[in-house]
């Protein structure tokens, strides 16, 4: 199947600094990409849809200007934590569909965010 | 708004039991639904993928249903294993187009040697 990688994996910040988490689809080309964010003992939450070269579209209650999407080729998405505070401390997953034709949905690794 | 809910929230078994994961959802009008497994601070490995035409998909010991008129999906595990221990995902897709998942909580299973 299809592969998604994302890196980092972990990361621990300082309060305030801004954190950069990167997508890429290693061998397939991805025109929608989806981050969502996973919160101990919840379920995925979708946080944006990621449409190479244009805007992305963000769900209810994510403020866009704290996470900043940029999908800016059909391989890599990066989402950017910006002004990270402790609450912004989660898992962050994001997936892309294969080329399958089965509309499958493939996910990466996850990022461990930890905000001090 | 769809929303999908699993049964039970946790699960514990010993080794060698077959078991019975279920999962249910609101709204009928769906493209597909999926199993994932998931690590304890891991990311998602997709299972079985069951289109909405499809009655049930096979793999190893697992066995996926979806009748979806009703609303249901299970996931059966045969001859459980203490590796297959995870907390495991259903989701499903409500379109053909690039569309996202909508994710139950999932059932943590435990199986004990």
């Known amino acids: 199947g299809a592969v998604v990688s994302q890196h980092p994996s972990w990361v621990i910040c300082k309060s305030g600094t801004s954190v950069k988490i990167e997508c890429r689809s290693l061998?397939?080309?991805?025109?929608?990409m989806f981050w969502y964010r996973q919160f101990p003992k919840q379920s995925l939450m979708l946080m944006a849809t990621?449409?190479?070269?244009?805007?992305?579209?963000?769900e209810q209650g994510v403020e866009k200007d704290k996470f900043l999407i940029n999908h800016a080729s059909l391989t890599l998405s990066t989402l950017t934590v910006t002004s990270a505070h402790p609450e912004d401390s989660s898992f962050y997953i994001c997936?892309?569909?294969?080329?399958?034709?089965?509309?499958?949905?493939?996910f990466g690794p996850g990022t461990r965010l930890t905000v001090l | 708004k769809q929303e999908v809910t699993q049964i039970p929230a946790a699960l514990s078994v010993p080794e060698g039991e077959n078991l019975v994961l279920n999962c249910s959802f609101t709204?009928?009008?769906?493209?597909?639904l999926q199993w994932f497994r998931q690590d304890p601070g891991k990311g998602l490995t997709s299972l079985l993928l069951?289109?909405?035409?499809?009655r049930e998909q096979t793999s190893g010991r697992l066995n996926a249903s979806l009748d979806k008129s009703s609303g249901r999906s299970t996931l059966y595990i045969a001859a459980s294993q203490p590796g297959d221990s995870a907390t495991y995902l259903c989701?499903?897709?409500?379109?053909?187009?690039?569309?996202?998942?909508?994710f139950g909580k999932g059932t943590m299973l435990l199986v004990s040697p």
């Open positions: 989701a499903v897709k409500a379109d053909s187009g690039y569309s996202t998942l909508t």
């Open positions: 990621s449409n190479e070269g244009s805007k992305a579209t963000y």
């Open positions: 997936s892309a569909f294969g080329t399958s034709g089965d509309n499958e949905q493939f």
């Open positions: 069951i289109q909405s035409s499809q």
């Open positions: 709204d009928s009008a769906i493209y597909n």
């Open positions: 061998d397939f080309q991805a025109t929608t």
